[in-house]
């Protein structure tokens, strides 16, 4: 499935598509691009929630959840060190 974002976001779609998607999104904000990066991951949450994918629902929207409400160092998080 496409991003209705292309030229600035990562594909969203499948389980696999939206975990990349938010691996970008983790890595661009630790680029410094912290708006940008938050930005994806807002539009992922609300792909996520449209669809109902499922692994999605279950692996990756809480995690995607978290970082938004906290706006905290992303890394910390992601790799365990949170």
């Known amino acids: 499935m496409m991003s209705k974002h292309p030229t600035l ?4 779609g499948s389980f696999a598509d939206n975990e990349n998607a938010f691996f970008i999104a983790v890595q661009t904000r630790e ?3 912290k708006e940008k990066g938050m930005a994806i991951l807002c539009a992922l949450r609300q792909h996520i929630v449209q669809t109902g994918e499922i692994r999605s629902l279950q692996w990756l929207l809480p995690e995607i959840a978290f970082i938004i409400e906290h706006h905290q160092d992303v890394s910390a998080f992601v790799y365990g060190e949170a």
């Open 9 to 12: 976001f990562p594909e969203f």
């Open 31 to 33: 680029n410094g691009e």
